[in-house]
Nanobody
Framework: QVQLVESGGGLVQPGGSLRLSCTVSGLTSDYYTIGWFRQAPGKEREGILCFGLSDGTIYNVDSVKDRFTISRDNAKNTIYLQLNSLKPEDTAVYYC????????????????????WGQGTQVTVSS
């Protein structure tokens, strides 16, 4: 069974950095997409970035482009999301999710496209 666990959130000042982790178990191949979403109080859950395990395809939204980057540790079955130059508007609960198949440009940011979700980790950006 597929399971995902996020970690690494915390409190940082504007301009600071955090590295979030998503540890995944139960995948049967590399033919999966890992998506990162976030949800601030009173707002819809927002897709911010996705990563195709098999070919390295990355899609992201303009608000995080050049600030958030993704990497992978195969030995630990972990995907890392590096958050740099953080702003107060980045404050949210951050989630990772997965589904079988490669990322699709028209579909990757749709919450209901994913089959499995972690419980989230809180990121707070405040002075």
């Amino acid at each position: 069974q597929v399971q995902l666990v996020e970690s690494g959130g915390g409190l940082v000042q504007p301009g600071g950095s955090l590295r979030l982790s998503c540890t995944v178990s139960g995948l049967t191949s590399d033919y999966y997409t890992i998506g990162w979403f976030r949800q601030a109080p009173g707002k819809e859950r927002e897709g911010i970035l996705c990563f195709g395990l098999s070919d390295g395809t990355i899609y992201n939204v303009d608000s995080v482009k050049d600030r958030f980057t993704i990497s992978r540790d195969n030995a630990k079955n972990t995907i890392y999301l590096q958050l740099n130059s953080l702003k107060p508007e980045d404050t949210a609960v951050y989630y990772c999710a997965t589904r079988a198949g490669a990322p699709l440009w028209a579909l990757w940011a749709r919450e209901n496209w994913y089959d499995y979700w972690g419980q989230g980790t809180q990121v707070t950006v405040s002075s």
